[in-house]
Every structure is written in C-alpha cells, then in structure tokens.
C-alpha cells in the first residue's frame, strides 16, 4: 500500500555535481604530501620550531610548536596577515592536549602547539607565506 512520492531533482542534482566536483582523491592525496613535506622541510630551518606530527601522520595536518611564543600570540600574529591556524590539537580546543602530553611534550611545547591545516586549494605559495609569517613572528616576539 506505499508508494513513491515525487523525486527530489534539486537535491538529486546537487548530489550528482557533488560527485563531479570531487577530486581524485590518490592524486590529491600525493599533491598534500608533497606540500606537507615541503612545508616541514622549510619550518625545520627556523629557529626555535618544533614539529609535533609524527613523520609518518597524515599530511593534512602539522602540529608545530614555535617555542617562547604562546600558540595565541602566534595565531593572532599570523591572521593579521591573512594566515588563520588553530591552537593546540582539535580534540581539545582551548584546553592542554592529552595527545601531545601523552606523547611526552613539555607544557611550554603544548602551551606553544598550533594546528596548521592543508586542503586540496592549498599551494606552496601558503606554506611560503606561513614559514615568513612564523619567522616574522619570531623576530617580534624576540624583542
């Protein structure tokens, strides 16, 4: 005694462009990887930076610390330049990560911790302009 009623075009046209919109997710993921690493590899030549990520962590994100800068002096610092990162890890938002004291960080390092991100709109010319932003962001806090 049931029948269908009438389809949903809208919301099946959206999902099927959903679908097409989609990139090749092996292709995107070597893309990030290669960002990731390069973004690591110019972060190691600064002073005082600490990498909190595990080498072999996924790349869409990297867990850093710039030690002596609190992470939300770093954060404010780097969106007055159109950079925007996150405090800590995500599971505890504004709150002392038990990941990273699990993995044995000190509280200056986890005090320090920020979260940088990584899409599929990403691009080297980000992760240059965040390395800049950091250094920057070291020469000021040094004074």
């Known amino acids: ?6 389809e949903a075009m ?14 090749d997710l ?4 070597d893309k990030t990887t290669a960002l990731h690493n390069y973004t690591v590899q110019r ?28 992470s939300e002096g770093l954060i404010n610092h780097l969106s ?18 038990e990941v990273l004291r699990a993995i044995g960080l000190p509280v200056q390092q986890i005090d320090a911790a920020v979260r940088v991100s990584f899409s599929r709109y990403s691009s080297d010319a980000d992760a240059d302009a965040l ?10 806090f040094r004074r």
Not at 26 to 29: D, E, H, V
Not at 47 to 70: F, H, Q, R, T, W
């Open 1 to 6: 005694g049931m029948f269908a009623g009438t």
């Open 10 to 23: 809208p919301a099946i046209a959206g999902f099927g462009a959903a679908c097409a919109a989609m990139p």
């Open 80 to 97: 007055r330049q159109g950079i925007y990162i996150s405090a800590g890890s995500a599971c505890k938002r504004g709150h002392r990560s």
């Open 43 to 70: 972060l190691k030549t600064l002073p005082k930076v600490e990498i909190n990520s595990a080498a072999d962590s996924l790349p869409y994100i990297i867990n850093l610390s710039v030690m002596g800068i609190p």
């Open 131 to 140: 390395v800049s932003g950091i250094e920057a962001a070291i020469q000021r």
């Open 26 to 29: 092996a292709k995107q993921l």
